[in-house]
């Protein structure tokens, strides 16, 4: 009996870890299918971003596809700023730990747009990119 309970349980778990997989599994492939019409993607589990020329999409990814996407111009935009735990941080040396976040503060406009990254040196790398493209014009 103890050894039927036992079992049991191990295979609910199996069940459990298959499911979350398979859900994991459906983002992943609803983002790559997204991704292939941007020059640059990124997946992450709070967002995913996408730049083809001036133009930067992202949404929250689901397992029935990207939602709640939002597009902007970098041509609207005046700065970009890191902040790690929503204090700036250093484009060349950010914290290997915190939720980290790219805010693009707008031309004429008090609004900015914040974009959530799980790893604060991707959004460094992500960052210090647009900003040279922001430059560049």
């Known amino acids: 009996m103890e050894r039927g309970l036992f079992w049991l349980s191990l295979l609910a778990v199996f069940f459990g870890l298959a499911w979350a997989g398979r859900k994991e599994f459906q983002k992943v492939e609803a983002y790559r299918l997204w991704a292939e019409q941007f020059e640059r993607a990124k997946y992450d589990l709070y967002a995913v971003i996408g730049q083809q020329g001036d133009e930067l999409t992202w949404g929250k990814p689901t397992s029935?596809?990207?939602?709640?996407?939002?597009?902007?111009?970098?041509?609207?935009v005046q700065s970009i700023q890191l902040l790690v735990d929503g204090k700036a941080a250093d484009w060349d040396n950010p914290p290997a730990k915190g939720r980290a976040e790219l805010e693009f503060f707008y031309v004429n406009n008090a609004d900015s747009v914040r974009i959530p990254f799980t790893e604060?040196?991707?959004?460094?790398?992500?960052?210090q990119f647009l900003q040279k493209r922001l430059e560049s014009h």
Request: positive net charge.
């Open 64 to 76: 029935q596809g990207i939602v709640d996407t939002k597009t902007f111009s970098l041509k609207q």
């Open 120 to 127: 604060s040196p991707l959004a460094a790398q992500w960052g």
